[in-house]
């Protein structure tokens, strides 16, 4: 068993594995046919499930809907959206009618299925191919959402939807994770342990400390450990980092602790903040604990559509400069330009990146 | 033939009970009423099995009931008690009752033809016999979606039968001002089979005209449509006529109310009676039905 696994093996190996195991998992979308397998995400899974891999029309409504009516009559549809963007034509389908079945109808249907949106990000995107909804779908009651940051977190919660037939599940995908090693789950804990779906999504201490409380998703969790060694390092500073795995539904209590302790809250999301994750943070604790932090920040992409020109596209996004820069001012150290990290572009870090659009 | 007509007296019958009722305001939920619809429902469902799983719209009451749908949970329903068909979350636009087959109905345009496009997949894949009827009005077919699942549905060559019930109307718009698309060169453009019934007084002829295209359907496991004309005699939405705002064609109303074998046949009074009995009884219970209570504001979320 190797020791680290990259996020791709987590999604392929989850999807894999439940395939095996339970015949009415189905795979849909467009291009999940081809050579290039989703990113590699479902390489190998064509020659072994052939016709339950389902390539579909460009068609994002209808094929959400037929999933729901897959979902509703016994099979489990999983559908992969190679653009979080793509999900938007969907909205109907999703809002309307998956997120509706169960409870419009007094409990006489299932609605099981899980949807897979890959977030893109740098080397000309732009403003079609970079955008998640994972807060807009959070709005809605009855749907599961989650951004996953690591390959165990996404293994673990594929397997348990499909086990447990939940659905509908929304799960974003950060492209720039996919090819990030991580350390991996040892044997018990990824094939015996069977944790339900509920108990892998609570908010999870992915590093504990004293100053500064940074609540992230997806990618920013990795970005928010990379800020906070830089500011323990180099500043002293200390940061809880939580890991907010599910989007719309996670117990106050984690959050509740920390901020408590810190009166420091910075959060850090994928997407652009208004009526966003930091604003829901501070709802939740507000209404639940009337305990608000004397200080607050956030660490998102600037208020305009994702730009193309990597000059524009480095100003839009937040640089580990910047997430340094913001603990600093939170915790009010005096930083100058020269103590901040040098790297100004978050590619510059994830520079195995290369495509393939 | 007695047994079909009785069934659509039957349904007229309730929601004519409806009509009389609904100024007491007992039917918490807006009513788009199937009168002039009937034969339709009843013609469809008596062509297909118990088995068969249907979708329909929000004007759904007549394919609700014609699908055996229990009448006093219909009532419960619309009357938001926890007894209704779908513990009062559903009402009048959304019925559904899965025992029967009856799979869902909803208040988006268009939106239940890909869902039971999925279902007739789900046949397909694990080999059951059945069939899924897929029910829609002209409108529907003016939806992107309406493409996008016909399209799939014929790739696929899934086991489903399209019923475009056309009453020429989107609320108040008459179907000359929103398409421009020949239907019948439409659907055969997909390789799918077209049928056009004229107008649809007579539930016999409509399960005559059906029945051969459910043939087809399980033969050779393709999707089949179906196009059947109808009339509905009152406004989109609620109990009122509306015929002198103008804006429809009272020459076809007279036909209607010429030909229209539901309003014409000559009944046998005893079994009319019975019918009567058996409506008020279930009215009368779902009004003594429970409501529902807090607990149930959060069941069946997730």
């Known amino acids: ?357 | 033939m007695s047994d079909l007509i009785y069934e659509a007296k039957r349904i007229r019958m309730i929601e004519e009970l409806i009509i009389e009722r609904y100024p007491l305001d007992v039917f918490q939920s807006p009513v788009h009423l199937s009168i002039g619809q009937e034969a339709v429902a009843v013609g469809v469902c008596s062509a297909v099995n118990s088995e068969d799983l249907l979708y329909a719209t929000y004007r759904s009451h007549a394919f609700y009931l014609a699908k055996g749908g229990n009448l006093r949970s219909f009532f419960a329903e619309l009357m938001g008690k926890v007894t209704g068909c779908c513990h009062g979350k559903g009402g009048s636009m959304h019925l559904a009752s899965k025992a029967v087959g009856f799979m869902g109905t909803s208040a988006i345009v268009g939106s239940t033809l890909p869902v039971s496009v999925g279902a007739a997949f789900a046949l397909k894949k694990l080999n059951l016999q059945s069939i899924v009827i897929s029910v829609f009005g002209d409108g529907a077919t003016e939806q992107g979606v309406f493409h996008e699942s016909v399209n799939f549905a014929s790739l696929n060559k899934l086991p489903i039968l399209f019923v475009m019930e056309n009453n020429q109307f989107a609320v108040n718009t008459a179907l000359e001002a929103r398409q421009s698309y020949d239907m019948e060169k439409l659907i055969r453009s997909y390789g799918i089979r077209y049928k056009h019934l004229g107008e649809s007084f007579n539930p016999e002829e409509v399960k005559n005209a059906v029945e051969n295209v459910v043939r087809e359907i399980r033969d050779n496991s393709n999707p089949g449509f179906i196009e059947i004309d109808t009339y509905r005699y009152l406004e989109h939405v609620g109990i009122l006529d509306d015929h002198k705002y103008g804006h429809r064609d009272v020459n076809r109303l007279e036909v209607w109310e010429k030909n229209d074998l539901v309003r014409n046949f000559e009944y046998d009074k005893s079994r009319l009676i019975e019918i009567e009995n058996e409506i008020i009884e279930a009215y009368n219970l779902a009004m003594s039905d429970p409501s529902p209570e807090e607990s149930d504001l959060y069941s069946d979320l997730k």
């Not at chain 1, 200080?295 to 193309?308: H, I, L, S, W």
Request: proline fraction near 5%.
């Open chain 1, 1 to 357: 068993m190797n020791t680290t696994w990259k996020y791709v093996d987590g999604i392929r190996e989850a999807m894999s594995n439940a395939m095996s195991e339970n015949t009415s998992v189905l795979i849909l979308g467009q291009g999940v046919r081809d050579h290039k397998a989703v990113f590699g995400s479902i390489s190998g899974l064509l020659e072994r499930f052939d016709e339950r891999i389902v390539e579909t029309p460009i068609a994002e409504e209808s094929i959400t809907g037929i999933c729901l009516g897959m979902g509703s009559n016994g099979l489990f549809p999983i559908m992969t959206h190679i653009r979080a963007d793509f999900g938007l034509l969907a909205m109907n389908q999703m809002v309307n009618m998956y997120s509706k079945y169960k409870y419009m109808y007094g409990g006489q249907f299932a609605a099981p299925g899980l949807f897979r949106f890959v977030i893109g990000r740098s080397w000309g995107q732009g403003a079609q191919h970079s955008q998640s909804l994972h807060t807009i779908l959070s709005h809605f009651p009855s749907v599961n959402v989650i951004a996953p940051s690591n390959p165990n977190d996404i293994y673990r919660l594929y397997s348990a939807a499909i086990r447990e037939n939940l659905g509908p599940v929304f799960s974003f995908e950060h492209r720039l994770l996919y090819d990030l090693e991580f350390p991996s789950l040892n044997y018990s804990e990824m094939y015996e342990t069977q944790s339900s779906f509920s108990e892998i999504i609570q908010p999870k201490y992915v590093r504990s400390g004293a100053d500064v409380t940074i609540v992230a998703t997806s990618i920013m969790v990795v970005e928010a450990m990379r800020a906070a060694d830089f500011v323990k390092t180099n500043f002293g500073i200390s940061c809880d980092v939580i890991d907010l795995c599910s989007v719309n539904e996670w117990s106050i209590e984690l959050v509740s602790e920390s901020v408590s302790k810190t009166n420091r809250l910075v959060v850090a999301d994928v997407t652009w903040g208004s009526f966003g994750l930091l604003g829901e943070v501070l709802r939740r604790l507000g209404l639940e604990k009337q305990a608000l932090p004397a200080k607050v920040a956030e660490v998102v992409p600037e208020p305009v559509p994702c730009p193309t020109a990597k000059e524009l596209e480095d100003m839009y996004y937040p640089s580990i400069s910047d997430f340094v820069k913001i603990l600093c001012d939170i915790s009010e150290y005096s930083v100058s330009e020269e103590e901040l990290p040098k790297e100004k572009s978050f590619r510059d870090f994830y520079l195995k990146f290369k495509g393939p659009f």
